[in-house]
């Protein structure tokens, strides 16, 4: 063993933590926050202050014009056990979404299939079935009332032609809310977008594969296809469940609700609730169970998701 250098003082360890941010990090992390702080900001004024705001009129009796009264629960406690509407509402929005939705991702899939071809003119086809999702709500909602008008419209023309009597669309309680889900089918072309740029992505081989072992389409789509774009599948879902719980435009324009309440979704009855009855209150109320609605749907979807999507490199 050689001797201890006892003139070289023995260096001490640094002590155990978290370590210093040099001069150069901190003045890079700072000047981070204030290029993102117009955001932050906007976020708190614009998402936070309204939210936070929502919350406290829920819990008061406020109708614009008077003074804010502080009643506590009895505002959710009259939607949930004294106000059928509101159930009624909430039915007819659920109703919607299941069929909406489902829709929506069946045939936008179907319709990025057909688009997924190397086929002469393909971006002239893609373009047109895209651009209806990027028309106003309100210019489409007319041209609707238009379409499924009883005497003149197109589709009950169409139906003569064939010897068909077509329904009273807008005006019977059986067929107005299946003609609001065809409705929405309208922006098929943005989900369609995102499906077809996630089956550009499948990786050829896994299609020489299946071939090689004698897979049809079929198999071929269903085990491999639908699997590897299951991620977007899912994401189209979730959006798709927010958007068809907030559907205002389109009942506010065409039946205002009716007839006889079958159309009366949920942020309409809102909208009722706030700008012509002017409960602010009550509809806070309402707005709070429709966010807490949305959030246990996608908190469920995400819990079950595990079982069929699947995420490349992540075992399962």
């Known amino acids: 063993m050689g001797a201890v250098d006892i003139q070289r003082p023995l260096r001490a360890e640094a002590p155990a933590g978290k370590p210093r941010l040099s001069k150069s990090a901190l003045a890079e992390n700072i000047a981070g926050y204030v290029f993102i702080s117009p955001w932050i900001i906007g976020f708190i004024i614009i998402e936070i202050g309204p939210l936070l705001a929502a919350l406290y009129f829920s819990l008061t009796n406020y109708d614009i014009l008077s003074e804010t009264k502080f009643i506590g629960l009895r505002n959710y406690e009259k939607l949930l056990f004294n106000d059928p509407l509101f159930w009624l509402s909430l039915k007819v929005t659920a109703l919607y979404s299941v069929g909406s939705v489902s829709l929506h991702i069946i045939f936008g899939v179907l319709l990025a299939l057909m688009l997924n071809q190397n086929l002469r003119g393909m971006a002239f086809y893609r373009t047109v079935y895209y651009l209806p999702a990027v028309v106003s709500g309100v210019a489409v909602a007319y041209m609707w009332i238009w379409v499924l008008n009883k005497e003149a419209g ?49 990786p050829t081989q896994l299609y020489e594969a299946a071939e090689i072992d004698g897979a049809g389409w079929w198999p071929r789509t269903w085990h491999v296809t639908i699997p590897l774009i299951s991620p977007v599948i899912f994401f189209n879902f979730i959006i798709g469940i927010i958007g068809s719980f907030q559907v205002f435009t389109a009942a506010y324009v065409i039946t205002q609700g009716g007839p006889a309440n079958s159309t009366l979704f949920y942020v309409l009855y809102l909208y009722r609730n706030a700008f012509e009855n002017f409960k602010m209150g009550y509809a806070s109320a309402l707005a709070w169970v429709l966010f807490l609605v949305i959030m246990a749907l996608t908190v469920l979807s995400f819990r079950v998701s595990g079982r069929w999507v699947y995420y490349e490199g992540q075992l399962r």
Request: hydrophobic letters at 55%; aromatic letters at 14%; proline letters at 4%.
């Open 154 to 202: 197109i589709l009950n023309t169409g139906l003569g032609y064939l010897g068909i009597d077509g329904p009273n669309w807008l005006f019977s309680i059986e067929w107005v809310l299946p003609a609001f889900v065809a409705i929405s089918l309208w922006n098929l072309g943005g989900g369609m977008v995102l499906y077809l740029a996630a089956l550009q992505g499948v």
